[in-house]
């Protein structure tokens, strides 16, 4: 007991050791600064006045010498103004030029395929959720509508409407809507509602801040493009000058790769590990961990008309590292991005098939990606990005069915180029060889991104 | 066991226990004028040094750690940092930071902001509705700040309320003199014409009477294009103008051929503190300012 008290005592004398010494002059410096105060607010008052004085003297000297300008002389009163100490101090830290903040993306595309985009399908991954190939030819992307605001002094919410086309039709879903606290102590705060779960680098990041058109061939198989679902969130901040971030959440369980809100609608939770820092003023990085269990119950894949069926529990394992350079850090003329992640996932318990009676299933599958992306000079980005997956033998039973893995692993190898004429657009060039749900097929596609009113974050 | 755990406290104690007030600023000058009243009864960090875009740096991993410990946040505001600031608030999970609470300070609410438009229209570049947020170079505004962060300062660590104070009072005293020998040697720049690269420079404009003719960005914050800068040569080419100006952190290629082709001085001017080898602190850091456009014009 006495060794941890002793550690304890040792930390307080730590924090307080400064303090204790500036309060010995304490009584001195009080008069001190008693006259010290008078004579500042003295001063600058009379500075003001001077400068009155000298303001009033440049005017009339620039009316004669520049009257012909006179429209491009901004006002040089500047120091004249009265301070109001307390006045406006919650201004500018958000996008309050109205509020709430509203922000809507436009998003588009042309893609070609070789083959038919309708028969995609990738050997021993049957696909769920969202993901999926882009349509064919010219279609309109996702027009994804924020509204964000603070509540009042402590909570938060975001709003995240995307309106995509399904068979021709528009459809309104709500894709991010939450509350987050923002004075919990302890370096604590919580998120409730729904929400993109903080999984790996990529999966909270909206479609429209990813380096590529769509989501690597890992997030697609094993997260149906990105996992979102309802529930609860804690992140926790560690007090140390590393950034160490730890998270925790549960949700209903009702995205694909969890499925049927199993366990009464607690169905998967997640947790998260993520540090990084600074290599001088040009390098920083990220890395993290985090781990998803998803229970399915009857959770459906691969063809939607005539889908898979599976029942167990989904485990997830992720590992993320992202490196970024610019010259000084100054990234808006010359940047380079390094981003990998390797996933892992078990998922054990059975498989009805169409057409066939249920199969226990117990595989191990892995995905990574790596990719990299330069901005040799402003505007003008250019980027490279391979991906692959790869499945453990499901077992004899699976002979002939869409979870037996192909003879080579699915990969794909894309190279883009974008360009963007502000912060607020961006029009993309995209080639994929695409090994994972065709065979050697070509695709090409070209994209827009344009955000109106609410300024966009910069998130690393 | 227990003297593991007395172990682990030791190794820990130095990152989580530290007395000073800590405070993180968004731009490096507010980290000089940190420094001049706080001396080293504070620790200051700034998110930004002088050769990076203030507007264009990202929520990195860092910055949030920083977020996450400091006692005090100042930053310039009128949206400068509206890419990232939020972001680093939201991640950083520190109430006593929070936008409305003492240990937040939006320097540009203490001066007059220039500038402010009504017309946010995009089409225009991405204008800061609020006013021009690059309030620091006008050395009177900063000395408003000044007495606003030190007021902040003595509030948040009252133990040292007489210190701040006093260090104020010193600081005003060399400032006001440094404005009043700055002005008079800048008499002689009063209606000289100016090319800037962006708005970066209203407020030193304004404040030694120099005109702004022009930008070399097409409209704010897209960088210059060939048939910009061509239409430039046009209007300026007769020595239509005195200087173009820029800041560090801003491609030298658009400036210098302007200057080729017009015979107008291209010259960088530091931003902030750091900007360039002289301006090492707040004082230098304008010395080095006027110095450059004393020497590089044609007065």
């Known amino acids: 007991m006495r060794a941890p008290a002793l550690g304890v005592l040792w930390v307080c004398l730590m924090s307080s050791a400064v303090p204790a010494l500036a309060q010995t002059e304490s009584e001195l410096d009080a008069l001190r600064a008693e006259l010290a105060q008078m004579r500042a607010d003295y001063e600058l008052r009379i500075a003001q006045l001077e400068k009155r004085l000298d303001e009033a003297e440049k005017q009339a000297a620039g009316d004669q010498t520049v009257s012909l300008q006179s429209e491009n002389q901004v006002s040089t009163q500047a120091d004249l103004w009265q301070p109001d100490p307390y006045a406006g101090q919650m201004a500018d830290t958000g996008n309050r030029s109205s509020n709430p903040a509203i922000g809507v993306i436009f998003q588009g595309q042309v893609w070609s395929y070789g083959d038919d985009p309708d028969d995609y399908g990738i050997p021993g991954f049957p696909l769920g959720g969202e993901a999926g190939p882009l349509p064919e030819g010219l279609a309109l992307g996702e027009t994804e509508i924020n509204i964000s605001a603070n509540v009042d002094d402590k909570f938060t919410a975001w709003l995240t409407v995307p309106i995509g086309i399904e068979d021709g039709e528009a459809v309104v879903e709500i894709e991010e809507a939450w509350i987050e606290t923002m004075t919990l102590p302890a370096g604590l705060s919580l998120r409730m509602g729904r929400f993109y779960s903080n999984i790996g680098y990529l999966n909270d990041k909206h479609s429209h801040s990813w380096d590529f058109t769509d989501q690597p061939l890992a997030y697609q198989a094993f997260l149906g493009d990105q996992y979102l679902d309802d529930g609860l969130q804690m992140r926790w901040l560690a007090p140390t000058d590393l950034y160490l971030e730890l998270g925790a959440q549960v949700t209903r369980g009702d995205k694909y790769p969890a499925g049927g809100a199993a366990h009464s609608g607690f169905g998967s939770y997640a947790l998260h590990l993520r540090t990084g820092g600074d290599i001088g003023f040009s390098n920083s990085w990220q890395a993290g961990l985090s781990y998803l269990q998803a229970d399915a119950d009857e959770r459906e894949s691969g063809n939607e008309d005539d889908p898979l069926v599976f029942t167990g529990e989904s485990d997830l394992w992720m590992a993320e590292f992202v490196w970024k350079w610019a010259p000084n850090g100054n990234n808006k003329q010359r940047n380079f991005i390094f981003q990998a992640e390797y996933l892992w996932r078990n998922e054990t318990g059975s498989y009805t098939l169409p057409g066939s009676g249920v199969l226990p299933y117990d595989n191990d599958q892995q995905g990574w990606y790596l990719q990299a992306v330069y901005q040799p000079f402003p505007r003008w980005r250019i980027g490279f990005r391979y991906d692959h997956l790869s499945s453990d033998y499901p077992g004899q039973a699976f002979d002939g069915t869409a979870l037996m893995p192909g003879s080579s692993d699915p990969r794909r190898y894309s190279v883009m180029a974008d360009w963007s004429n502000s912060e607020f657009s961006r029009l993309r060039l995209q080639y994929t060889l695409d090994q994972a749900g065709f065979d050697d097929d070509n695709q090409w596609g070209l994209q827009y991104i344009f955000s109106i009113g609410a300024h966009g974050a910069h998130s690393f | ?299």
């Open chain 2, 1 to 299: 066991m227990k003297n593991r755990i007395t172990l682990i406290l030791m190794l820990l104690a130095p990152l989580i226990a530290q007395a000073d007030l800590k405070i993180f600023v968004c731009e490096p000058e507010w980290e000089a004028l940190a420094k001049e009243l706080g001396g080293d009864r504070i620790e200051v960090s700034s998110a930004t040094n002088a050769l990076q875009d203030p507007h264009y740096i990202q929520a990195r991993p860092s910055l949030i750690a920083k977020v996450g410990r400091a006692d005090l946040i100042v930053c310039s505001g009128a949206q400068l940092e509206i890419g990232w600031l939020p972001m680093l608030l939201r991640k950083g999970n520190n109430p006593a930071v929070m936008p409305g609470s003492p240990g937040f300070l939006t320097a540009s609410d203490y001066v007059k902001k220039l500038d402010v438009s009504l017309d946010n229209d995009r089409s225009r570049g991405d204008v800061h509705p609020q006013g021009n947020p690059h309030i620091q170079t006008n050395p009177h505004n900063v000395l408003l700040v000044a007495g606003a962060m030190a007021e902040r300062m003595a509030e948040l660590d009252k133990a040292n309320r007489d210190f701040y104070q006093l260090n104020l009072a010193d600081f005003s005293q060399r400032w006001t003199a440094a404005i009043a020998n700055w002005e008079e040697r800048t008499s002689v720049l009063r209606g000289k014409r100016v090319i800037a690269h962006h708005k970066s420079w209203i407020y030193l404009e304004a404040w030694l009477g120099l005109i702004e003719v022009a930008t070399l960005e097409p409209v704010s914050g897209i960088p210059p294009t060939a048939s910009h800068l061509g239409s430039l040569l046009e209007r300026f080419g007769d020595k239509g103008a005195d200087y173009i100006i820029r800041a560090p952190f801003q491609s030298d290629t658009p400036s210098a051929w302007l200057s080729e082709r017009t015979g107008i001085p291209a010259v960088l001017l530091p931003l902030t503190v750091g900007g360039s080898d002289e301006a090492t602190n707040l004082f230098t850091w304008f010395d080095d300012i006027i110095n450059r456009l004393l020497s590089a014009g044609d007065l």
